[in-house]
């Protein structure tokens, strides 16, 4: 995953801390776009709030979780725009995959 994480076992773990690394995947394009299985992929330690970000590849017929379907889409958007304060949310309500 990076430098600053380690696989152990059946997990990811952060090798500052050894908290494990949550993740988060979602699609920025809608569905009619070629782009559409191009994604933003979020990992994350929330014990020593490092983080990375990259564009992932999700399979068109792959579901993937909106953590944040239940906002205004105004608040959706805003946390989109800065990935700390996203991770910030998911962190704070318990989202993201460990």
Sequence with gaps: M?????FDGDRWIC???HEPVRSYQYRCH???SSGFERCIG???CSGCRIYSSNMVH????????DALASLPADDRDQLRRT????IDH?????????
Excluded at 58 to 65: A, E, I, N, T
């Design 2 to 6: 990076s430098r600053w994480s380690l």
């Design 15 to 17: 090798v500052v801390c």
């Design 30 to 32: 809608p569905p009619q």
């Design 42 to 44: 979020l990992a994350w």
């Design 58 to 65: 999700v399979p068109r017929k792959r579901v993937l979780v």
């Design 83 to 86: 990935e700390a304060a996203l």
């Design 90 to 98: 998911l962190d704070s309500r318990g989202l993201g995959q460990r």
